[in-house]
């Protein structure tokens, strides 16, 4: 019998740390007819995190919708989840996290913010989400380890590589001639130690939030 929890979990976070949280059916990135596909099985939530971009057919907003009408509660958060709740929540869907209210609110925009390359078997990330590096370079900022130019040339050196080959040293390398070269020594040392993982961070507050939904104790 399928479990009434089905979580659909890739490179967001791991699954061991996952299952520490949440005791649910964990499937890997959804793809188009998945969400509607557990639906019909008996989920009553699904936790929609992480979803195939490029690779494969998205998840389509008319099976996050089938699922809704029929009273199945979808949460969306992190990565394809936080874009489809962003879109979708005046029609029920639940969003969680800081970057479904980037989407919500208009301050991000394009897909390739959370889009990633990772491994499809182990799911391991294999390049750095651009709403990750923004992040860490915000922080680096605050924490007076960049100036605001490094921090300016840093970031559109990140957004004008292709999704998959952004990493802290491609953009470090992108941006060498554009950016102070100590600020850049400092960044990349910064984020070696200190990177921000903010689709590791809203896939586990999703994950709390539907274990602390009522009826799941």
Do not use: W
Request: glycine share 8%.
């Amino acid at each position: 019998m399928t479990h009434e929890v089905v979580v659909f979990l890739g490179p967001s976070c791991d699954r061991e740390t996952a299952r520490t949280i949440l005791d649910a059916e964990y499937r890997p990135p959804a793809k188009r007819g998945d969400i509607l596909e557990a639906a019909r099985a008996g989920a009553r939530i699904i936790g929609l995190i992480d979803g195939v971009f490029f690779q494969d057919c998205a998840v389509a907003h008319r099976e996050v919708l089938a699922a809704l009408r029929a009273g199945v509660r979808v949460v969306g958060a992190s990565s394809m989840g936080a874009l489809r709740a962003a879109e979708l929540d005046s029609l029920g869907m639940e969003g969680v996290g800081e970057i479904y209210r980037a989407y919500r609110e208009g301050r991000l925009v394009a897909d390739d913010e959370v889009a990633l390359l990772f491994d499809p078997e182990t799911f391991v990330p294999l390049s750095e989400p651009l709403v990750n590096i923004r992040a860490t370079i915000q922080r680096a900022l605050e924490c007076g380890v960049i100036g605001a130019d490094s921090a300016g040339a840093l970031l559109e050196a990140a957004r004008a590589l292709y999704f998959p080959e952004r990493t802290y040293d491609a953009v470090v390398e992108a941006a060498e001639g554009k950016a102070d070269p100590d600020d850049l020594a400092r960044f990349l040392a910064f984020a070696d130690e200190h990177a921000v993982d903010r689709k590791r961070e809203d896939a586990l507050l999703a994950l709390e939030y539907i274990r602390d939904l009522p009826g799941m104790h």
